[in-house]
């Protein structure tokens, strides 16, 4: 019996020599920071340490081999190998290899194998690891967007890491309003992306972090989106350096004053363009054309002013034909381009379209408009005072090219003209106790009888067809805008009492200096042109 138990253990031996099984050396726990010495022999041909890693971080092992070949290796928790496994060549007692292998690893524990190369190599060795932690603050799991970090936005930066087990981090960032995100990241991850999704995990960007010779990566990128939950996602696939980053995240609201959707003829935006404002949009990746309609209600110039980073324009006819670009922005992040057009238009119905070709280069934009006449019929002497007219929408012009400077203007229509430049409302348009007034000019008739501006030739009877005297307007001037003419001394000869004071008030304010010294030609019919004159200088003054 004893001797079929030395055969027994002789076998063993034997098939451990020729078909590579080994007697694994007990399991030691291998502190930080200290130095373990071990030998490789043909009996133990393979050691094991224990590593508790209490946190995120990088482990570094330093293996001196002191013998020809050796193998050596990290597993994790379930046996699965961390990296690969290093050999260690051309050991020799009296001047050891030395093996310096990092591992960027989540919190566990591990197993750090020692083991000879080829069966024939055998000697000493010692190992000591070190331990940096990653100090990051970011809150595992998060690699998936169901398991994603929500964040805030103008927030704490976030310090995060990433390991061969743990290569995606996901974040999520909810916007309650238009604007640009900003994301800087500063790490030294060697190779890596960074990747934003839409709240249907749809990429809506993407960009390569890549080191150059191990320096720090710093990286700043801008998006421009609509309102909505989004996803940030870091992404490492190199290793060689620690892959720590550090994330601030920003955002900046576009205050846009645009009522979406509008990226359509049928969706488009009326646009005011005789209001002298500037107009503010916004573009994004999911937002590429906004529509804003125009009218031109005669013909003449119409100059826009465009200033943004990136995007441009497009102008289109009611027929849907298109210009193209007439403009694209040349600016940079934080410096728009500002830009200025003068177009020559005929009446009719346009569409302004600020476009972006780029979906990564959106942004805000602004605009303003102004518009001016070109009716062939008006002098220098009253350009400014149409012009003016035309843009505060008080008359159009009898036709598209002609304003009728010379015309004579009805009462009614004089009225009209005075109840929009005034502002008034003319809401109550049921019809007037003056049985001759149209139904165009109900509700201005009515405005101005009701603020005791303007009154009929009868109490059934406004005039409403005759033509406005140079007087009439006097009186409707002076007890519209208020005015008075104290201390004036009339040289007018043709002035009766009735008319005295609202003429002197003409006067002291430069709205009028007569018809000559000596003549106001109050009795005399008031053309289009003159009244453009007296309103543009009485609303000036106001």
């Given amino acids: 019996m004893k001797n079929?138990?030395?055969?027994?253990?002789?076998?063993?031996?034997?098939?451990?020599?020729v078909m590579g099984i080994s007697v694994a050396n007990a399991d030691t726990t291998l502190p930080f920071d200290t130095s373990l010495t071990g030998a490789i022999t043909e009996q133990k041909s393979l050691d094991t340490y224990t590593i508790n890693v209490a946190t995120a971080g990088t482990l570094t092992i330093t293996m001196n081999v002191y013998f020809s070949a050796a193998y050596t290796g990290l597993q994790g928790a379930n046996g699965q190998t961390i990296d690969h496994f290093e050999a260690v060549f051309h050991g020799r007692p009296e001047n050891p290899t030395t093996l310096k292998k990092v591992y960027h690893l989540e919190l566990g524990v591990y197993t750090l194998l020692v083991k000879d190369y080829n069966k024939t190599s055998f000697g000493d060795y010692n190992v000591i690891a070190s331990f940096d932690p990653a100090n990051n603050n970011e809150t595992e799991p998060n690699n998936t967007f169901s398991e994603a970090m929500p964040i805030q936005v103008n927030g704490d930066k976030i310090r995060g890491f990433l390991s061969l087990a743990d290569r995606d981090d996901y974040y999520k960032v909810e916007l309650d309003e238009p604007g640009r995100l900003i994301i800087d990241i500063d790490s030294e991850l060697g190779r890596g992306?960074?990747?934003l999704y839409d709240s249907k995990e749809n990429e809506v960007y993407r960009k390569y972090l890549s080191d150059?010779?191990?320096l720090p990566i710093l990286s700043k990128s801008h998006m421009d989106l609509e309102a909505g939950t989004y996803y940030i996602r870091m992404n490492g696939n190199s290793f060689s350096y620690p892959p720590i980053y550090e994330m601030d995240v920003s955002f900046f609201p576009a205050n846009n004053e645009e009522v979406e959707p509008n990226?359509?003829?049928?969706?488009?935006?009326?646009?005011?363009?005789?209001?002298?404002r500037t107009h503010t949009g916004f573009l994004s990746y999911s937002d590429m054309a906004d529509y804003y309609r125009i009218e031109m209600k005669y013909d003449g110039y119409l100059t826009i002013d465009f200033s943004s980073e990136f995007s441009g324009y497009e102008w289109m006819d009611e027929k849907g034909n298109s210009s193209g670009f007439l403009h694209t922005s040349r600016g940079e992040v934080g410096k728009p381009e500002k830009s200025s057009k003068r177009l020559e238009l005929k009446r009719g119905i346009y569409y302004f379209i600020p476009k972006t070709t780029d979906y990564r280069e959106g942004g805000v934009y602004t605009m303003s408009f102004k518009v001016e006449p070109a009716f062939k019929d008006v002098t220098n002497r009253y350009s400014e005072a149409v012009t003016y007219l035309a843009k505060k929408d008080v008359t159009n012009g009898i036709s598209a090219s002609e304003f009728g400077v010379n015309d004579r203007i009805k009462r009614v229509d004089a009225a009209i003209w005075l109840a929009k430049i005034l502002n008034l409302d003319t809401s109550d348009a049921h019809q007037t106790s003056y049985m001759d007034v149209p139904k165009r000019g109900w509700g201005a008739v009515n405005a101005l009888k009701r603020e005791n501006i303007a009154n009929g030739k009868t109490p059934t009877h406004f005039g409403a067809n005759d033509t406005m005297t140079r007087g009439e307007m006097a009186l409707l001037l002076?007890?519209?805008?208020?005015?008075?003419g104290d201390g004036v001394a009339l040289p007018f000869k043709d002035v009766s009492w009735r008319y005295e004071e609202a003429v002197?008030?003409?006067?002291k304010n430069g709205i009028t200096q007569g018809k000559s010294e000596s003549a106001f030609g109050t009795d005399t019919a008031i053309t289009r042109g003159e009244m453009a004159l007296f309103l543009y200088r009485a609303d000036l003054k106001e």
Avoid at 4 to 17: E, P, Y
Avoid at 263 to 276: H, M, Y
Wanted: aromatic share 8%; hydrophobic share 40%.
């Fill in 4 to 17: 079929i138990s030395i055969l027994v253990i002789t076998l063993l031996l034997f098939l451990s020599g």
């Fill in 193 to 195: 992306s960074l990747y």
């Fill in 212 to 214: 150059y010779e191990g």
């Fill in 263 to 276: 990226n359509s003829r049928g969706t488009t935006i009326p646009l005011q363009i005789t209001d002298n």
């Fill in 478 to 484: 002076q007890r519209a805008y208020r005015l008075s």
């Fill in 504 to 507: 002197k008030s003409l006067l």
